[in-house]
T-cell receptor, first 115, second 113 residues
Framework: DTEVTQTPKHLVMGMTNKKSLKCEQH?????MYWYKQKAKKPPELMFV???????INESVPSRFSPECPNSSLLNLHLHALQPEDSALYLC??????????????FGPGTRLLVL | TQLLEQSPQFLSIQEGENLTVYCNSS?????LQWYRQEPGEGPVLLVT?????EVKKLKRLTFQFGDARKDSSLHITAAQPGDTGLYLC?????????????FGGGTRVLVKP
């Protein structure tokens, strides 16, 4: 099973709302990722968790707050977003510790619209 | 900073024709992944190549990893409308900088029936 699940599929929120995106995998992977993707562009890395610890924050604004409650779950908490934050948010996972780079498996994404 | 140049940016072909997408870099990658993505969906892994000179086949798709592990190509034989999508290559650095992938800019493929 190489499935990463994400909820919700679609989300519309106002600039004053607080919402959360959820990601889950049961492949035993110990690295999990959040990406942001704008139309017709490749995914841009936001955060990496390795063994449930935040290992990379790509200078993401604090209105995005990641959380890794356990090795299977990854959340992205959203607060006071701007319209330009509207995008497809992708979660991915991979085995950690491979010396030859790691294949990342992506979820279906959450399409976020900020009004 | 590692860069991965992907070409062409867009390909429009008729059903039954062949096509090739290229990813090139001046950097060495420890592995390279190819994905296909449909609008509004997440990228779906097609293949991972790890050995220089490696060739992998997946039905009508042939993937090559360059001998020096700096470049890769994807060749589709007798393309079908179901092959339409955004093709992304992504490389993992030799130093595996915190599991970061370097993505190419993507190739949008349209196969017309």
């Amino acid at each position: 099973d190489t499935e990463v699940t994400q909820t919700p599929k679609h989300l519309v929120m106002g600039m004053t709302n607080k919402k959360s995106l959820k990601c889950e995998q049961h492949m035993g992977h110990r690295a999990m990722y959040w990406y942001k993707q704008k139309a017709k562009k490749p995914p841009e890395l936001m955060f990496v968790y390795s063994y449930e610890k935040l290992s990379i924050n790509e200078s993401v604004p604090s209105r995005f707050s990641p959380e890794c409650p356990n090795s299977s779950l990854l959340n992205l908490h959203l607060h006071a977003l701007q319209p330009e934050d509207s995008a497809l948010y992708l979660c991915a996972s991979s085995q950690a510790g491979s010396p030859r780079g790691e294949t990342q498996y992506f979820g279906p994404g959450t399409r976020l619209l900020v009004l | 900073t590692q860069l991965l140049e992907q070409s062409p940016q867009f390909l429009s072909i008729q059903e039954g024709e062949n096509l090739t997408v290229y990813c090139n870099s001046s950097s060495v990658f420890s592995s390279l992944q190819w994905y296909r993505q449909e609008p509004g969906e997440g990228p779906v892994l097609l293949v991972t190549v790890v050995t220089g000179g490696e060739v992998k086949k997946l039905k009508r798709l042939t993937f090559q990893f360059g001998d020096a592990r700096k470049d890769s190509s994807l060749h589709i034989t007798a393309a079908q409308p179901g092959d339409t999508g955004l093709y992304l290559c992504a490389g993992a650095g030799v130093k595996a900088a915190g599991n970061k992938l370097t993505f190419g800019g993507g190739t949008r493929v349209l196969v017309k029936p």
